[in-house]
């Protein structure tokens, strides 16, 4: 049967991503010595943030969304254990300077920070916040009580602005400039200047899941009038414009850019997809229905499904063994 997964903008159901399973065997080619799977200044990938950011790592440590259903924030260390840190569902995670930043799905997704330690958590936004970025100090966001305008804040909450109105999704900070989907106008692609100035338009394409990678935004887009599950395929196009590359043919969606390569779900196929970045030596991932895709630590992470439920499974057995929680150390 094939599963067709509903695209409605802002839509954020707790059935549906209240848990991540981690996929084997590992991503190809993770560089172990890395700080961050997020580029220098960034606390988390665009990839992970615009699949609602379940997981980042930081230092060799993966910071994730734990436990059947997502209800903890765990730290899962080089050596496979687990340290429990909160019992919470957390979204939109970011860690920058030893600080983790997330949204609390069981506080109103209120924007929270603690240690990496998992000491010291606080509201550093007092207001539901979704697609979060933390980028040289600043947090950007869209606000769902503002009809998803885009804001930015001090990187402690403080001297919050509104930089766009209107329904923006799928935010993507990178190299100084904030790229989005303008749901007031279709999806299509828009760019705006980090004090939300310089909006334009990049292309009238429906888009979403958008990744920033070596100067490269990679999305998932449909042409304007056509029906919502036809034509949404993988698409690519120069950060400062140009017109948009098909690279492949299937209902995509769920997309991941990470290590030079394309991660996306075949919705056609209920299968997740592996590709070049030019689309060459597309391939079968996993036979295994998942959505929402996020990378960290060199392992795939997602939402998976039972049937024809939206049941999630958490399929890290070889670490639950090591699990603790932060008070049994």
Known sequence: MKLKKGL?????CAALLCGCSVNEPSIDGPNPNAESTAAAGY???SGNITNYGSAVEFEGNIYCQYGNKGEKLAKIGPD???????ETMPYFINVVNDVIYYADGNDSFKLHRMTTDG??????????VYYVNIYNNYIYFASPNDDYAIYRANA???ETQKLHGGNCQYITVYNDTIYFSNFTNGGALYACALDGSNERMLNEMNTMYINAYENYLYYSGKIPGTDEYTEKAVYRQPTVGGQPEK????ESGDINVYN???YYTDWDTNKIMRMNLDGTENEVYSDVYGTYLNIAGGKLFCVRYVGD????????ENLRENTQTKEEK
């Not at 000491?119 to 539901?128: H, K, L, Q, R, T």
């Open 309 to 316: 439920k939206k049941e999630l499974s958490f399929n890290i």
């Open 80 to 86: 496979g254990k687990v340290t429990v840190l909160r």
């Open 43 to 45: 606390g988390n990938s």
């Open 119 to 128: 000491e010291g958590d606080e509201v550093v936004i007092n207001a539901s």
């Open 260 to 262: 030079g390569k394309i």
């Open 8 to 12: 409605i903008a802002g839509f954020l």
């Open 156 to 158: 402690d909450g403080s």
């Open 247 to 250: 690279l492949n043919n299937a």
